[in-house]
Nanobody, 127 residues
Framework: VQLQASGGGLVQAGGSLRLSCAAS????????MGWFRQAPGKEREFVAAISWSGGSTYYADSVKGRFTISRDNAKNTVYLQMNSLKPEDTADYYC?????????????????????WGQGTQVTVSS
């Protein structure tokens, strides 16, 4: 499956952005999906994940209460709504897909558990 992330940009602290990740495959509804981010000089880190049905969501502590992950299986798209953005949210954001329908909160936080990755979209938050 191919993943195309979009929606990044430059925003002031306190602002909002919505990232989108469009998948190429109609079996998208069987995939667990995640968002990760990577700041310059840092490792890629977990941001949020959503189960294949959309019934379970998971967040990093650093974004809980500010970010919301959702999906529209009819559109083969997963979203990341980011509110109350902070300068420390500045990073390249990547969407990822895991084709195994099995999931857990622990498993979906591990970047090595994902099979497919998008190209990344840059988010810059100015202070």
């Amino acid at each position: 499956v191919q993943l195309q992330a979009s929606g990044g940009g430059l925003v002031q602290a306190g602002g909002s952005l919505r990232l989108s990740c469009a998948a190429s495959r109609r079996t998208f509804s069987n995939y667990n999906m995640g968002w990760f981010r990577q700041a310059p000089g840092k490792e890629r880190e977990f941001v949020a994940a959503i189960s294949w049905s959309g019934g379970s969501t998971y967040y990093a502590d650093s974004v809980k209460g500010r970010f919301t992950i959702s999906r529209d299986n009819a559109k083969n798209t997963v979203y990341l709504q980011m509110n109350s953005l902070k300068p420390e949210d500045t990073a390249d954001y990547y969407c990822a897909a895991r084709r195994d329908e099995y999931y857990s909160g622990t498993l979906l936080r591990r970047k090595n558990e994902y099979d497919y990755w998008g190209q990344g979209t840059q988010v810059t938050v100015s202070s």
